[in-house]
């Protein structure tokens, strides 16, 4: 529910995304960003995904994202080749990539920055974000899920989807609590794909 409730606040509150847009996925293949592709594709995105790896990749063109770059790839110019006014939104996960984001993020376009998966934000130069009239903006899930009705309102959108088959929800990766280490030796390795659960022995 926090990973379905952040794509949809992201999607419809950062960035409320508006049918025939293109938006860049960073982590696609990660648990909010699968989510994100298939929010985006429901409201009528083109969606361009990102990921480290080629299982990564098929995992994210397997939800519906149109086309998916690795990161060793050269994206950006990739990127820009498709799009060469540049992309509308970007859904930015990682930090250290915000500003390729900006670069490949359209005059007047968005980058929604939600996390820091890369352990710091590299913003870039804060004269060329203004003189290109490009916004970050950011959120908090919880300034926004401030009531019982406001949770039971989002709530319901987001499982219609799944029991409508809108949305597919990967089959989680499970460890033991006992096996702490090898659970976060995983996620460092970038082995990890949607949700990882630890299970008390």
């Not at 606040?9 to 847009?21: A, R």
């Not at 899930?141 to 409508?164: G, H, M, Q, V």
Request: charged letters at 20%; aromatic letters at 8%; hydrophobic letters at 45%.
């Amino acid at each position: 529910m926090l990973q379905g409730l952040t794509a949809h606040f992201l999607t419809s509150d950062s960035h409320k995304i508006k049918n025939g847009e293109t938006v860049l996925v960073h982590a696609a293949a990660g648990g909010v960003g699968q989510l994100l592709i298939q929010v985006c594709k429901i409201l009528g995105a083109k969606v361009i995904g990102l990921t480290s790896s080629e299982s990564k990749k098929q995992i994210a063109v397997s939800l519906g994202a149109d086309a998916v770059f690795l990161y060793s790839e050269g994206w950006e110019t990739i990127v820009l080749e498709m799009c060469p006014g540049g992309v509308d939104v970007v859904f930015e996960s990682i930090g250290t990539t915000m500003a390729s984001s900006l670069a490949v993020t359209k005059i007047l376009g968005q980058v929604v920055f939600f996390g820091m998966a890369g352990g710091k934000l590299e913003l870039g130069n804060p004269l060329w974000i203004i003189a290109h009239s490009k916004t970050i903006i950011g959120g908090d899930l919880w300034n926004y899920l401030t009531s019982r009705e406001e949770r039971l309102k989002r709530a319901k959108i987001f499982f219609d989807w799944i029991i409508d088959g809108k949305i597919k929800i990967s089959a989680p990766t499970v460890f033991k609590l006992s096996e702490g280490k090898k659970a976060h030796d995983f996620m460092e390795g970038r082995h990890s794909t949607g949700k990882v659960l630890m299970i008390p022995n």
